[in-house]
């Protein structure tokens, strides 16, 4: 009887082992990719030596940069089937500030069909439906508030830095692109405003995503093309500051196409 | 992990009776082997096994004195409208009513100082009044010009920055943020580590921090509240710190006509709009991209900027003390706009007495260097150029940010008593 029972606790203990386990979830295969952007800021190829007055834009100004503050949005990914994927479509505001690393570098969740990609778009700026004010109230997106009076909503960029104006005195300069107003009489009628956010496409862009991969791409702020083409964008016709200047702010945003490159 | 824990911590603290019960349990074993010889013994060993455990788990557990235990009210910070969500409350010293309750009475109690005597007592609000917005004020009796001194009559190296919705500031604490999250330096990161450095400075308290508490261990009274809001009696000084940081945390400023306007509440009179388009404009006074506004209702970005009041840098605590950036020399915290008007003097040196001289300052008297901050894109027209009236447009919209409701709100002002007196 004594060996029933050394039995019979036998199996029950065997089948507590058995039963408790469950199978692990068959890991399906990888059929995604995934991609990271890292932003980087350039001026003639090189990388920007900030505070250093040493470089000479289109129309001649000799200028440096101390910060350059800014948003880009709905970025897409073109495959070559025609379809359009958005990134990150729930979070797609992208905050970029020269002074905080963490922003440089933006590693998004979504999953990535594999195949071949012609071409990635992106708004440089926030558009009118998202650009709401208040929408962020954490700094230091919160820091880029574009006022109400002016439009609302957030600055597209702040680049801050200064230049050799024509009296050779070095002066600052606060090229802030975001909503422009028409005025009635300045500086206090405004009939209307402008949006100045942009559709930028990035030249050269094809890229590859591979299942299980992250495929990390560089992308590149070529500051002195903000400069130089279409238009020449001079500092001592526009002085040192543009947000109520909607002519010079047309001519910035006008020259933003080729500011954005693809760096793999 | 944790019923492993306690099942040994019991059984530790039980061996005399649990040999008793083992004692029986060996009695028990004797009676079930007999059982089992029987005939229809499984049936019964089975039984008997049951019962033995029921039994262990019975006799083994004995009742503990009840005692009350440490649980803390949890303090939830009310985010006003427009504010930002992430507030900077280090992960070590959550906030907690308990907490609060005993920095209040602490912030207040002159024996911060470590002493009794009725001349040399000093506490926070010895510097930081209520009605300054915890800031001393020019018109501070025991400090004229409003430039603080410690006991021994040395003055602070700077004057004050008040205490005003600093649970929204992630970017250093003081002039030149010296204090800030994630300094190497472990001791000195946020309010916990201001609490100690003033009371050891000797241009502030000059304390001991060791007499301090000690002190505060002898009060009636005392003990009870450190019990309430950390779970001990022994008093730390560690944690007069955490309870005066986490009543300095509480103090927070979102009651202004401004404020009211942005609600839509009431309607700012025609003179603040004027100041309002001033303020935030490029073509105004351009205030906005320092101080905030509407999309910033801190009315400042806490970062550090060099304004233009100077062309030679010799202060050694400026920013550049804190990062060693050679652009940094010269430039220190923008100040919170927020009940600005009773915070007098102006500037980390305190150089402006009045409001309307630093709206001249800015309107004309800007001086250029190489590290003047970009920001300051009017430096070479020496200001703004702000005419008379508009001067007064900025200023009345500059007073819409005076809040009186902080400035006399019962939850932060002196205890009626200190807890020795109830």
């Known amino acids: 009887m004594k060996g029933n029972i050394k039995i019979w606790l036998l199996v029950l203990v065997a089948s507590l082992f058995v039963f408790s386990c469950t199978k692990d979830p068959v890991k399906p295969e990888e059929e995604a990719g995934n991609i990271s952007f890292k932003f980087e800021h350039r001026i003639d190829g090189k990388a920007i030596q900030f505070d250093t007055m040493k470089y000479v834009n289109a129309a001649g100004n000799h200028y440096l940069v101390n910060e350059i503050q800014y948003f880009i949005s709905d970025i897409i990914l073109h495959h070559s089937n025609g379809e359009k994927q958005v990134l990150d479509a729930w979070d797609d505001i992208i905050y970029i500030d020269t002074d905080l690393e963490e922003t440089q570098f933006h590693a998004f969740p979504d999953e990535i069909s594999p195949g071949s990609y012609h071409s990635i778009t992106f708004t440089f700026g926030i558009n009118e439906i998202k650009n709401q004010s208040l929408m962020f109230v954490n700094p230091p997106e919160s820091f880029m508030f574009w006022p109400e009076l002016l439009g609302g909503g957030y600055h597209y960029m702040k680049l801050n830095g200064k230049w050799l104006d024509t009296l050779n005195q070095v002066s600052p300069y606060n090229f802030h692109l975001g909503i422009g107003q028409v005025y009635h009489s300045f500086p206090d009628s405004i009939t209307n405003f402008i ?60 020259n933003g196409w080729n500011v954005f490159t693809l760096e793999k | 992990m944790k019923i492993v824990m306690s099942v040994a911590g019991s059984y530790g603290q039980r061996t005399t009776e649990m040999k008793h019960k083992l004692n029986k349990v060996s009695l028990l074993t004797l009676r079930l082997r007999a059982s089992a010889v029987n005939s229809n013994s499984l049936r019964l060993s089975a039984s008997a096994v049951s019962l033995f455990i029921l039994f262990f788990f019975f006799t083994s557990c004995t009742k503990k004195p009840v005692e009350e235990p440490y649980k803390p009210t949890p303090y939830q910070i009310e985010i006003p409208f427009g504010f930002p969500t992430k507030l900077n409350i280090p992960d070590d010293n959550p906030m907690t009513v308990e907490g609060i309750n005993l920095g209040r009475y602490l912030f207040y109690d002159g024996r911060l100082s470590g002493r009794t005597h009725p001349d040399s007592l000093m ?4 510097c930081h009044r209520q009605e300054r917005s915890f800031e001393a004020g020019i018109d501070h009796p025991d400090f004229p010009g409003g430039h603080p001194h410690g006991l021994s009559g040395l003055k602070t190296h700077h004057v004050m920055l008040p205490f005003i919705n600093l649970v929204w500031n992630h970017s250093g604490y003081g002039w030149n943020g010296f204090l800030y999250t994630d300094n190497p330096s472990e001791d000195l990161r946020n309010i916990e580590d201001f609490v100690r450095l003033a009371v050891l400075a000797e241009d502030e308290i000059g304390g001991d921090t060791t007499r301090v508490k000690n002190l505060f261990q002898t009060i009636d009274g005392y003990p009870e509240l450190f019990a309430k809001a950390f779970g001990s009696e022994k008093v730390t000084f560690n944690n007069i710190e955490r309870a005066i940081a986490q009543f300095i945390r509480t103090l927070i400023s979102a009651d202004s006509k401004f404020d009211k306007y942005m609600i839509g509440e009431v309607q700012l009179s025609q003179s603040e709009l004027n100041g309002f388009v001033l303020f935030t404009t490029e073509e105004g006074a351009d205030c906005f991209h320092c101080h905030g506004g509407f999309g910033n209702p801190l009315f400042t970005t806490h970062l550090f900027y060099n304004n233009g009041k100077d062309t030679i840098f010799t202060d050694p605590m400026d920013r550049f003390s804190v990062t060693s950036d050679p652009m940094d020399r010269g430039a220190y915290k923008a100040t919170t706009l927020r009940n600005i008007e009773l915070q007098a003097p102006f500037m980390h040196d305190g150089r402006f007495e009045t409001l309307e001289e630093v709206i001249d300052f800015y309107s004309h008297d800007l001086l250029w260097s190489p590290l003047v901050d970009p920001l300051m894109h009017h430096v070479n027209r020496g200001g703004v150029q702000l005419l008379p009236f508009e001067k007064q447009d900025l200023l009345n919209f500059i007073k819409t940010l005076r809040d009186d409701k902080f400035l006399t709100n019962p939850a932060f002002s002196k205890p009626e008593k200190f807890p020795d007196e109830q």
Do not use: R
């Not at chain 2, 506490?123 to 010895?126: P, V």
């Open chain 1, 195 to 254: 949006q100045n956010y942009f559709e930028v496409e990035l030249p050269e862009s094809t890229f590859e995503i591979t299942a299980g991969q992250t495929l990390d791409l560089t992308i590149l702020m070529n500051v002195e093309n903000w400069f130089q083409s279409p238009n020449v964008y001079n500092h001592d016709v526009w002085g040192g500051d543009i947000m109520q200047k909607q002519d010079a702010m047309k001519l910035a945003c006008e």
């Open chain 2, 123 to 126: 506490s926070c609000a010895t």
